[in-house]
Each structure stands twice: as structure tokens, then as C-alpha cells.
């Protein structure tokens, strides 16, 4: 049976050190990006939550951590995220590459917007 969390903290905790850092790091970028957000811990991965609504989850994996779902973006934005996709509502973000923090701001705040 796959491990149970119920906290983020336990979660990343769960993940080698220099991969907790890296989730660290994009807990810290999103949640700053979308000011007044909380988290919780949705099918056993983070989950960022704006009030009552969940707006993205991100899970450790052995070479990338993945943002869901992002939906497809519009013309400014896509672009920038369609070479991180995976499947159409998936975002890897690979850990042999930096944190693209202000990508992953713009998309944290447009999927904000979308559910304003």
C-alpha cells in the first residue's frame, strides 16, 4: 500500500533532501504567486487551494516533479508551457533543470484566474 500523508511537510519530508529542496521551492513559488492561498493534501500529493477550490497539485517523481492540471493556456502563456507538457493538462518540471520561478508564477496565477 502506498504511503499516506497528511500534512505537505510529511510529504516532502518523504523525498530525498536534495528533492525536498526542489518542492520547496515550488511550494514557496506558487503559494507567493497566489497570495491568500492555503494547501492541503489531495490523492496523496500537495495541492494548492484558494479558499475552498483546488487550483493545482504537484508531486515528486523520479526525475520531475508534475503540476496538475494545467489547462491549456491562452496565446501569451502557452507557448512558454507547451514544451514542459506532457499530456495535455500536465507540466513536468525536471529536476536536472532550474525552477522556471516566473513561469511557474504566470501559471499559478492564471489558473488562479480562472477560478475567480
Do not use: N
Not at 528533492?19 to 520547496?24: S, T
Not at 492541503?40 to 475552498?52: A, F, H, K
Not at 493538462?89 to 529536476?95: A, S, W
Request: aromatic share 8%.
Amino acid at each position: 500500500m502506498a504511503e499516506r500523508f497528511d500534512t505537505v511537510d510529511e510529504y516532502i519530508a518523504s523525498f530525498p533532501a536534495e528533492v525536498q529542496a526542489i518542492l520547496e521551492d515550488v511550494r514557496a513559488t506558487i503559494k507567493a504567486a497566489v497570495p491568500g492561498s492555503g494547501e492541503t493534501i489531495r490523492y496523496q500529493m500537495p495541492c494548492v487551494m484558494l479558499g475552498d477550490r483546488y487550483l493545482v497539485h504537484y508531486a515528486g517523481w523520479s526525475k520531475h516533479i508534475g503540476l496538475y492540471p494545467v489547462p491549456v493556456a491562452g496565446a501569451d502563456l502557452e507557448p512558454a508551457i507547451a514544451p514542459l507538457r506532457s499530456d495535455k493538462d500536465t507540466v513536468k518540471l525536471m529536476y536536472d533543470r532550474p525552477v522556471p520561478h516566473d513561469l511557474l508564477r504566470r501559471i499559478a496565477q492564471f489558473i488562479a484566474a480562472q477560478h475567480a
